[in-house]
């Protein structure tokens, strides 16, 4: 997949091969919040409790897409802006995307709910070199249009999540994979619970480097007729 990597020196052209792709589940510094999210989802999607957190989804790689359109299952899917790990030839790459997943199909299999939807994320990427010194710092935001009218979906710091190398450790232990991976590292707590618009846009914001990664798409769930 063809990115442009931002850094200090300038803008590049960065083509990056990947085997793997995971979305991580449950990744929230604060337990309680954790606990807290694990309970919404039980209560408002009968999503049962996960039996280890954080959690980690092995997905195809084909789902991983810069399309600006999705074409959805049902209409109760959603999107959750997140921070993606890109680990390419032992460098460390961070770009932003979104867990897009079936909310229905969530409260009998989180597995299938991921599998079934495509995976957005930016064109442009950052090295991680460059952040690690005020990673908490960098915010993470998204809205939804809903009937016509965009509002605020999600709003945090990477502070809330866990950091990039427990992530890592976390995968490396678990699959024993450390390169050639795409990881979709968690997400900032939603504003007003879940919600289904026709467009999701989501940003995160470098105040000290004075930089932000961006990404949108619509959704579609147009039934085609056989």
């Known amino acids: 997949m063809e990115f442009s990597l931002i850094t200090s020196n300038g803008t590049q052209n960065l083509s990056l091969d990947y085997r793997f792709v995971f979305a991580v589940g449950y990744t929230g510094r604060d337990t309680e919040k954790i606990l807290s999210h694990i309970r919404e989802l039980e209560t408002d999607l009968g999503v049962p409790a996960p039996a280890r957190i954080p959690t980690i989804f092995p997905l195809s790689p084909y789902l991983v897409t810069q399309s600006d359109i999705l074409l959805d299952s049902c209409p109760r899917c959603s999107g959750e802006a997140e921070y993606v790990i890109l680990l390419n030839n032992g460098h460390i790459y961070i770009g932003l995307g979104s867990d897009h997943t079936d909310r229905e199909l969530e409260a009998s299999s989180i597995l299938k709910a991921k599998q079934v939807c495509g995976k957005p994320i930016s064109h442009d990427l950052w090295d991680y070199n460059e ?37 890592i450790q976390e995968i ?9 991976c795409v990881i979709y590292a968690g997400t900032v707590p939603l504003l007003d619970g879940f919600r289904y618009g026709s467009r999701f846009r989501c940003e995160m914001e470098d105040l000290q480097l004075g930089r932000k990664l961006t990404l949108s798409y619509s959704i579609s769930t147009a039934q085609v007729a056989l």
Not at 138 to 148: A, C, K, P, V
Request: negative net charge; aromatic residues 6%; charged residues 20%.
């Open 131 to 167: 952040l690690q010194n005020h990673w908490d710092e960098i915010s993470l935001r998204s809205w939804q249009i809903i009937s016509g009218v965009e509002i605020p979906y999600q709003q945090g710091t990477l502070a809330d999540i866990l950091p990039v190398e427990r992530i």
């Open 172 to 180: 490396h232990e678990r699959t024993g994979i450390q390169d050639s």
